[in-house]
């Protein structure tokens, strides 16, 4: 079946580590979105990507990097320098810029 | 960023129609109205999309103004499946090169009650 797929759907990770999260579609969309959601709050937008090789920060970048080397991924990492990041990560992609865009699952961080 | 603003909270009775309205006075020519609507601890959930026309679609209505600064979502018949979060959300021409952003709002609850 075609979709997006967030993968884990909860991680564990300790003060001062980096953690990478994945995301993959099988969609062929060449639009990708990273959004944070804390408790109660809408989604805030991190990084996204309208094409191969290229992607653009988003409101709240600081502490996040990215990757886009392949179409089907856009893998998010979480660095040491995010000082909040315990939060519920979503992933998304559409085909086209005003079109329908597809959420994966998310991802729970929590660092202990 | 042009903003929307909702209503933190509705309720609705089951099997009744439920208007959700949306404000967005600074919105752009370009930007196109987006409603989504997300569960507890779900991705959210595309719900339905227009520019300025009426939208439907077999989940919803879309009603736009004709100055475009406000918008109504419709659903025709409230089911208790219904109860989420919906977020009124402006698709944002970043530009021609990198395309467009969706920027969520804190949304709208709606309850719906048998």
């Known amino acids: 079946d075609g979709g997006i797929t967030q993968s884990p759907k909860y991680l564990f990770r300790k003060e001062g580590q980096n953690v990478t999260l994945s995301c993959e579609q099988n969609?062929?969309?060449?639009?990708m979105y990273w959004y944070r959601q804390d408790p109660g709050q809408g989604l805030r937008l991190i990084y996204y990507s309208q094409i191969v090789n290229d992607f653009q920060k988003g409101d709240i970048a600081e502490g996040y990097s990215v990757s886009r080397e392949k179409k089907e991924s856009f893998p998010l990492t979480v660095t040491s320098a995010q000082k909040n990041p315990t939060a519920f990560y979503l992933c998304?992609?559409?085909?086209?810029?005003?079109?329908?865009?597809?959420f994966g699952q998310g991802t729970r961080l929590t660092v202990v | 960023d042009a903003k929307t603003t909702q209503p933190n909270s509705m309720e609705s009775n089951e099997e009744e129609p439920v208007h959700l309205p949306c404000n967005h006075s600074t919105i752009s020519g370009t930007d196109y109205i987006h409603w989504y609507r997300q569960l507890p601890s779900q991705g959210p959930e595309y719900v339905i999309h227009g520019l300025t026309s009426n939208v439907n679609n077999r989940m919803a209505s879309l009603a736009i103004a004709e100055d475009r600064k406000s918008s109504t979502l419709i659903l025709h018949r409230a089911t208790l499946r219904d109860a989420a979060v919906y977020y009124c959300i402006l698709s944002t021409i970043v530009c021609m090169e990198y395309g467009n952003k969706l920027v969520f709002g804190a949304g709208t609850i709606l309850r719906v009650k048998s």
């Open positions: 998304a992609s559409s085909r086209t810029p005003n079109t329908e865009a597809f």
């Open positions: 969609l062929n969309h060449d639009a």
